[in-house]
């Protein structure tokens, strides 16, 4: 790899947003990442040995990556990018992965985001991308203010799912409203974040009768 290709990786962190206590918006300049809306890169820092994956939160006309990241308690790699400062070096590989949505479907299917948590980021990128998709979004948090940057979604078509106050749309797990809900024949679900949801979403799916062509998954963890 010639020395230009390997600097041409490198961005310099331009923006950290905290929106929680613990969750925040990563934002990156250098060269221009092309990327289609869903996909992920694999982050390192100079000096580390560490790399892992995080979903592109920025929709693919905006010029600056974006992560949305948690710090995960005792987490090594989210507690070293939790301690970045801007003006300060990450190393970008990819972009990478196929959890995007079929362009050949957003004029005649409805599309249906599932996430838990930061699992989210990749359906702010996708709907900043595709702003006259038919879309809805069920998210999963513990807490309302834990619903990252909603405003990036139609209010009518975001609904939180609130399992530990009473503030969300829906009160409970998120499975607990994908069970009660009914939805159109022709509808493509994407799913991310933990396996467990992921899991238990599937099986609903399933039982509704949706078959897993129609089931796109990303696991976080
Ligand atoms: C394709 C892909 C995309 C991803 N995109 C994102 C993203 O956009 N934002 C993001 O925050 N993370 C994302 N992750 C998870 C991320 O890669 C790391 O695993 C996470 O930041 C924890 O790394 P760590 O080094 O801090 O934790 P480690 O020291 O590696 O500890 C890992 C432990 O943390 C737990 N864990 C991992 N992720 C989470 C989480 N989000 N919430 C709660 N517990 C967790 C797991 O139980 C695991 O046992 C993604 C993972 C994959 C595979």
């Known amino acids: 790899m010639s020395g230009q290709e390997a600097k041409n990786k490198f961005y310099q962190v331009s923006q950290i947003r905290w929106l929680t206590e613990d969750t925040f918006s990563l934002k990156m300049t250098g060269q221009k990442l092309h990327f289609k809306a869903g996909q992920h890169v694999l982050l390192s820092l100079p000096g580390t040995s560490q790399s892992r994956e995080y979903s592109l939160y ?56 599932i996430a838990s948590g930061t699992g989210i980021a990749p359906f702010r990128s996708i709907v900043q991308t595709y702003p006259h998709l038919n879309y809805q979004v069920i998210h999963g948090i513990r807490y309302g203010h834990e619903a990252y940057d909603k405003q990036a979604f139609h209010p009518e078509k975001y609904l939180d799912c609130t399992s530990r106050d009473n503030t969300g749309k829906f009160q409970g797990r998120l499975t607990g409203h994908l069970a009660k809900t009914s939805f159109a024949p022709n509808t493509e679900f994407y799913i991310c974040g933990n396996s467990n949801m992921i899991f238990d979403s599937l099986d609903i799916l399933k039982e509704k009768g949706f078959s897993r062509e129609q089931i796109h998954c990303e696991v976080y963890f």
């Open 58 to 113: 920025n929709g693919e006309n905006q010029p600056e990556p974006e992560v949305l990241v948690r710090k995960i308690e005792n987490g090594i790699f989210s507690g070293y990018l939790s301690t970045l400062s801007e003006g300060d070096l990450v190393e970008i590989n990819g972009p990478m992965g196929a959890f995007s949505i079929d362009e050949s479907k957003t004029d005649t299917h409805h599309f249906v985001f």
